[in-house]
Structures are given as C-alpha cells and as structure tokens.
C-alpha cells in the first residue's frame, strides 16, 4: 500500500500491482483463470516476475494455485475486505498500546512531524507516504518485529497509490494519526488501541462501499 512514485518498480511489483488493480476494477472475478504467459506478454516481462507476483498474491489469499490446473482468482467479497481491514487494526492497536504504555520522547517527536506533514498537504500521495511512515514508526517503537513483518505484507493488500484510489481515506488518515498520537501523548494504551482500531474499521467500509457502488463485490450480511 505504500506509493511507488520517484522510483524505478521491479517486474514482480508491477505485475502484482497489474492484477491487484484488475481485482479491485472488477476486470477479474472470484473464479477467473489467469493465463500468466498472457500476462506476461501484456506487461512486456518475463514469466518469472509474473510467477513471484503470483506467488505473492497466493501467500495473501487473493490467487489460488490449483496444481496440474492453473492459477485461479480467489475469495474477493466484502468479509475479505473487513477481515484484511480488521486484522490490520488489530496489529496497529497492539503495537501502538506498547508504545503508549512507555512513549518515548524521540518517538512522539517523529509523530509529530510525520502528522504535520500530513496536514500541511493536500498530495495524496505525500500524505500517504507520511502515514505509513507514521504507523512504521509506531511499530518500530513497539520494539515487535514481526508486527512490522506482518503489516507490510497487509499494506499491499490495495493497489497503491491508495489514497488516490480513495480520497476519503485522507480525512479518516489524519483522524486516526492525530488520536493515537494525543494517547500516546497521555501514556493512554487503551485510547490508542481504540484509534488503531476505529481508523482501519473506518477505513475499511470506505473500500467496501466503493466496491459494492461499483458493482465489483456484493454487500452480504
């Protein structure tokens, strides 16, 4: 989820960006087979960069490797989205309660700045940079490896750049950031927890609001 603007992007990144923007279009459906020599062809690779970029988007669930048959789209509906979205904000919540119950000072500093930039722009891109590197410092603080492990593999869940894609998420992005800081702040583990996860919970039903409106997933109970 994190922009690629300014920078030259690898094979096996624009191949996973290509079909994460076909799924999230609606140009690829639960079910459809993707021919990866077409692919390929399309983007004007190789077939080893299209294999990695499937391979990743098998290790996020959104693929399915059926051997001897083919690579399959997989389960896209809106429990999918909320459960990526859920899930997100339950590791951002964990992490920003251990920084909140001992913050440190240089941490709340970087906070700061990376909040002032995201408010003093209006570029969705730069205010999207500046958010990842916010949470990034947040799970940094949380001295938990594996959390900033595991977040990264969940930010490239939505083709970038995503607040572009949702211009919304600007509002619910400074929100979020300015609350979890005000916690962290006041030593307060339970209010950044619950800005964590209100702002992903928030977040998520903007993505699936756009995708039901546009025809791409329907809303089930």
């Keep these: 989820m994190t922009p690629t603007r300014g920078r030259r992007v690898p094979a ?5 960006s290509y079909l994460r923007e076909q799924l999230f279009d609606g140009k690829i459906r639960p079910g459809d087979q993707i021919d990866q020599d077409e692919l390929a062809t399309a983007l004007g690779i190789s077939r080893q960069p299209v ?7 098998a290790n996020d669930g959104l693929l399915v490797i059926r051997p001897r048959k083919g690579v399959f789209v997989g389960r896209f ?4 989205v909320r459960g990526h979205y859920e899930l997100n904000g339950y590791l951002e919540a964990y992490a920003a309660r251990k920084v909140a119950q001992c913050p ?6 970087r906070l700061r700045a990376l909040l002032d930039t995201m408010q003093q722009t209006d570029e ?3 205010i999207e940079t500046a958010s990842t590197a916010f949470y990034r410092a947040v799970n940094v603080a949380s001295d938990n490896p594996r959390i900033g492990d595991t977040l990264r593999v969940l930010r490239r869940f939505v083709p970038a750049p995503v607040y572009e894609r ?3 998420l600007v509002a619910i992005a400074r929100t979020g950031a300015a609350s979890l800081l005000a916690a962290v702040e006041h030593s307060d583990p339970d209010a950044a927890a619950e800005a964590c996860t209100t702002q992903w919970n928030a977040a998520g039903e903007v993505v699936v609001a756009d995708l039901v409106a546009r025809g791409i997933i329907d809303e089930k109970p």
Excluded: F
């Design 104 to 109: 440190d000072p240089e941490t709340i500093e």
């Design 51 to 57: 294999r990695e970029a499937v391979l990743e988007l």
């Design 12 to 16: 096996a990144e624009r191949a996973s």
């Design 77 to 80: 509906d809106a429990k999918t």
């Design 124 to 126: 969705p891109v730069d």
């Design 166 to 168: 949702y211009p919304s």
